[in-house]
């Protein structure tokens, strides 16, 4: 692990499994303060037992969509003295399993682009003021699902796409950096979700996609939707972020 002498600090929402835990456990080892968060307590801090004894990862179980939560997530960036990236991960599916817009009840519908985009929204609003303290990015995990229309798809595509929008605004509003990144299929846990019958194992692990998401932060191009797989890796990819 790199420990830097004026550490960084990010918040990454849904760190305990797929791209979010890949992305605390790389911004750990590059001597970054981590927050994050799940809602199954015992996963999250289960899968990060193994960081290094002097990995700076603050684990605190919780449901981004729950407002109590977000205030002890912000109270603790703010100990932290600010944050320099947001990423905006956390997500599900919505109703498992996926099913026409006509088989979904409005509750369903809602509960699903509340979780995803509003309470994602939510706390990078919450979060302001530290963004602002450190001229911080903001990174919202979208999908292909947000701009194409897949049966089944629905409510989740709905989500990503607003929460696209919400980031989106948030940057021409603060003039922060701010990124909807499309990851293209990964092999996790949702993958398997949403294909429960085929055999996910052609799929590339997340740990693919974090250079890139980290570079493209690194790099602060213009606020915009970007393909993980369209940004370029620096020559050198050890000195990005
Ligand atoms: N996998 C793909 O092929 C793919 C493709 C395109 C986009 N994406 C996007 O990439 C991101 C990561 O996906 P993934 O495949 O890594 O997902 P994943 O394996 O299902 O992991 C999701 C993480 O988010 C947490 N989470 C979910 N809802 C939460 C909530 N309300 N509050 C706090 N934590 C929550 C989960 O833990 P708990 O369940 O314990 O809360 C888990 O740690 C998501 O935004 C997803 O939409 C994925």
Request: no cysteine; proline share 6%.
């Amino acid at each position: 692990m790199t420990r830097e002498l004026n550490p960084k600090t990010a918040l990454v929402t849904g760190g305990s499994e797929g791209l979010g835990l890949e992305l605390v456990r790389t911004l750990s080892d590059r001597g970054w303060d981590v927050v994050t968060d799940a809602r199954n307590g015992d996963r999250l801090h289960a899968n990060l037992t193994d960081l290094p004894a002097r990995s700076r990862v603050r684990a605190m179980p919780g449901d981004v969509a729950d407002a109590v939560h977000r205030g002890l997530l912000v109270d603790l960036v703010a100990e932290l003295g600010g944050l320099d990236l947001l990423v905006l991960n956390a997500s599900t599916l919505g109703p498992l399993p996926m099913r026409p817009l006509r088989d979904l009840t409005a509750v369903e519908l809602g509960d699903t682009i509340r979780g995803t985009a509003g309470a994602n929204a939510a706390l990078m609003i919450e979060l302001t003021d530290q963004l602002l303290r450190r001229d911080g990015v903001v990174v919202g995990i979208s999908s292909d699902a947000a701009v194409e229309h897949y049966e089944t798809w629905g409510p989740y595509g709905a989500a990503k796409a607003a929460l696209d929008h919400l980031v989106q605004t948030f940057g021409a509003e603060t003039g922060l950096a701010a990124y909807a990144v499309d990851p293209g299929d990964m092999r996790t846990r949702m993958q398997q979700d949403a294909f429960p019958d085929e055999d996910i194992a052609d799929r590339p692990l997340p740990a693919t996609v974090v250079p890139r998401l980290l570079a493209l932060v690194a790099q602060r191009r213009p606020s915009g939707r970007y393909r993980a797989s369209d940004i370029e890796l620096p020559a050198r990819e050890d000195v990005v972020a």
